[in-house]
């Protein structure tokens, strides 16, 4: 059987990414990771989640390409506000991952999709989790 992963609809695909980096840029990052295949860098905003001075990035949609490229390159980089850093990943265990969403969700369920594709997904194994360690600032 293969990961689950839920495919964002056309308009968050399509759409909703550009119009994030646009109007969300107090809440959201862009990650850039390398491809597994191609090495190239692959970008996507994220809700970098803080808590008890830690760094998360967990994925709502389940095991989506950026990350599972995370998991394969273990590093990768944050844009927010013109600040542009590089991070090691850490994967959180599935079974320490409950509280982490639960956190996630209090801050960001009220983002369009977010809260439902919790509900669509519910068991924690399924939102890859990873903590962020900064190892370097560009910029």
Partial sequence: MSAPYLR?????????NRMAKLFARSVLSTLSVRGRTTGRW?????AVLDHDGERYLIA???HT????????????RLERKGRLEEFDAFEVPAD???PLIGV???RF???PTVAETFRQLPDPADHPTFRIVRSRRLR
């Fill in 8 to 16: 964002p609809p056309w308009g968050a695909r399509v759409i909703g």
């Fill in 42 to 46: 692959r970008s996507v905003p994220v």
């Fill in 60 to 62: 709502p949609r389940g």
């Fill in 65 to 76: 390409e950026w990350s599972r490229n995370l998991r394969a390159a273990g590093s990768g």
């Fill in 96 to 98: 320490e991952r409950s």
């Fill in 104 to 106: 996630y969700l209090e």
């Fill in 109 to 111: 369920g009220r983002f």
